[in-house]
Structure formats: C-alpha cells, structure tokens
C-alpha cells in the first residue's frame, strides 16, 4: 500500500530554517514526481516545489525561490524540504505528494499523499 509521511514540521520564530522529509513506501520511488504543498487556514493548497523523479527537474513557486530548496534521495525513498529564513506567512500545514511521471504543480495531478505536517512560525 501507498503511503508517504512527512517530518520536521515545528514551531519556529521567524529567521529560522526547517527541513521536511517525506519518507514513501509501497510505490517505485524512482517512477515518480514528488511535490511540496501548503495549506494555511482560509486559503487553497497551492505547489511550493516539485521535483523530478530523477531530481534533475526542479520547480519553485516565484516568490519562494531562494529562501526553499526541494532535493530527494531514491535510494532512501525520501523527499526532502530545506526552508531557510522563515517567516509568518510561511505558517501552513506542509504536504508531500506523489505522481507518477512528470512535474505538475496543479494539486488535482498528484495520486498520493501524505498526513501532512504542521510548520508555524512565530514573530
């Protein structure tokens, strides 16, 4: 069976930097996109980053360029989120999902997906 969970969620103040990993398990690893989303209260799921089922394709929402770095490890079968200098509006819980082929940034294009993990940041 398919399943991804995420970790490294937390609370934080603003400044800090996090690393999410999403571990997956019950799919070829190697086969598939992985995404980043985020969903603050009140407001819709959107793309932070994706990465290629090699890791060589990347995509990063514009105005998070620079601060998020999205890499994976096929042979741990993990997906990793480095978030640098954070901020209030970087508040949201963070999902990790999965597609077979290649990146999409549109949530309705992802087949599986993780729990979700809470990342806030405090002033």
């Known amino acids: 069976q398919e399943q991804l969970v995420e970790s490294g969620g937390g609370l934080v103040q603003t400044g800090a930097s996090l690393k999410l990993s999403c571990a997956a398990s019950g799919l070829l690893f190697d086969a598939y996109a992985m995404g980043w989303f985020r969903q603050a209260p009140g407001k819709e799921r959107e793309c932070v980053a994706a990465?290629?089922?090699?890791?060589?394709?990347?995509y990063y929402k514009q105005t998070l360029q620079g601060r998020f770095s999205i890499s994976r490890d096929n042979a741990k079968n993990t997906v990793y989120l480095q978030m640098n200098t954070l901020n209030t509006e970087d508040t949201a819980v963070y999902y990790c999902?999965?597609?077979?082929?290649?990146?999409?940034?549109?949530?309705?294009?992802?087949?599986?997906w993780g729990q979700g993990t809470q990342v806030t940041v405090s002033s």
């Open positions: 990465i290629s089922p090699s890791g060589v394709g990347k």
């Open positions: 999902a999965a597609r077979s082929g290649g990146i999409k940034t549109s949530r309705d294009d992802y087949e599986y």
